[in-house]
């Protein structure tokens, strides 16, 4: 099993220490994929990019937490 989860943890590692270049390949991927005809390239980098411009968004401001969500409230 660890075999098969080795290339996505590798992936998703250099993703997540290394987010920025991710954003800047996915950008120069995402209308190449495209203009070559192959759209689903394209959309897989557009999605990439999507996802980790809004991972950035989340890790870089921290919201508080809602007072009085608690259950029983």
């Not at 290339?7 to 800047?24: A, D, E, K, N, S």
């Not at 192959?38 to 557009?46: K, L, M, Q, Y």
């Not at 996802?51 to 890790?59: A, G, N, R």
Request: charged share 10%; aromatic share 10%.
């Amino acid at each position: 099993m660890a075999a098969l989860y080795a290339p996505f943890g590798m992936i998703f590692g250099l993703m997540g220490r290394y987010p920025w270049p991710t954003v800047i390949a996915c950008a120069i991927g995402t209308p190449l994929g495209f203009l070559s005809g192959h759209d689903n390239v394209g959309v897989t980098f557009a999605m990439v990019g999507s996802i980790v411009l809004v991972w950035i968004d989340e890790s870089s401001s921290p919201r508080a937490i809602d007072e009085g969500v608690a259950a029983g409230d």
